[in-house]
């Protein structure tokens, strides 16, 4: 299985709103609805964004924003904050027992 | 509140085995509807699912380990393993355990990490 594309990069200034892409294929993004989103700060542990494609967790804010049309799953991060300075990392399941993450993108707050 | 440790060897010599615990405390690891997997992360790189084990024992994992990863679970000690045999340099990595939500497929809490990396 391939990873998923995510673009290696995003920036925004604060206040303004970024979304980042996850292209996959048919038999990952494109058939299930089970894509979420991680962000990742330097030396931590990945956290949970967003789950089955727009589902936020209790305790992320709703400034975070998940969509998915077709092949391709996009996470948008909207009034752009300092904190939101992270790599995020999209998931889907790939069927049969599989999951594959996309490569990550870099967010920078300008 | 449910927290993953994991421990292990850091250093270990090419075609060895790495062996690595993740010690589930706040929670029970035999808790219905979750499953328990291992991710791992070169450093600089992005994130690989390795693969998981469910509540009834059953494992699953990624293709491209082409069989070198064996995941177990000790009830008694609330812990889940791995083992990865015939490590070479590409298996450098942070390893994460990870407890998977079984009906919407994510990971919802991590452990820290642990390095683990492959040198003579």
């Known amino acids: 299985q391939s990873a998923l594309t995510q673009p290696p990069s995003a920036s925004g200034s604060p206040g303004q709103s970024v979304t980042i892409s996850c292209t996959g294929t048919?038999?990952?993004?494109?058939?299930?609805?089970?894509v979420s989103w991680y962000q990742q700060h330097p030396g931590k542990a990945p956290k949970l964004m967003i789950y089955?494609?727009?589902k936020r967790p209790s305790g992320v804010p709703d400034r975070f924003s998940g969509s998915k049309s077709g092949n391709t799953a996009s996470l948008t991060v909207s009034g752009l904050q300092a904190e939101d300075e992270a790599d995020y990392y999209c998931?889907?399941?790939?069927?049969?027992?599989?999951?594959?993450f996309g490569g990550g993108t870099k967010l920078t707050v300008l | 509140q449910l927290q993953l440790q994991e421990s292990g060897s850091g250093q270990v010599k090419p075609s060895q085995t790495l062996s690595l615990t993740c010690a589930v405390s706040?929670?029970?690891?035999?808790?219905?509807?979750?499953?328990w997997s291992w991710i791992r992360q070169p450093p600089g790189k992005g994130l690989e699912w390795i693969g998981h084990?469910?509540?009834?024992?059953?494992?699953y994992y990624n293709p491209s380990l082409k069989s070198r990863a064996t995941i177990s679970v000790d009830r008694s000690k609330n812990q889940v393993s791995l083992n990865l045999t015939s490590v070479t340099a590409a298996d450098t990595a942070v390893y994460y355990c990870?407890?998977?939500?079984?009906?919407?497929?994510?990971?919802?809490?991590w452990g820290q990490g642990t390095l683990v990396t492959v040198s003579s």
């Open positions: 990870a407890r998977e939500v079984d009906y919407a497929l994510f990971f919802d809490y």
């Open positions: 706040g929670g029970s690891i035999s808790s219905g509807g979750y499953s």
């Open positions: 084990i469910y509540q009834s024992g059953s494992t």
């Open positions: 048919s038999s990952d993004v494109g058939g299930y609805n089970y």
């Open positions: 089955e494609v727009t």
């Open positions: 998931n889907s399941y790939a069927g049969s027992d599989n999951w594959v």
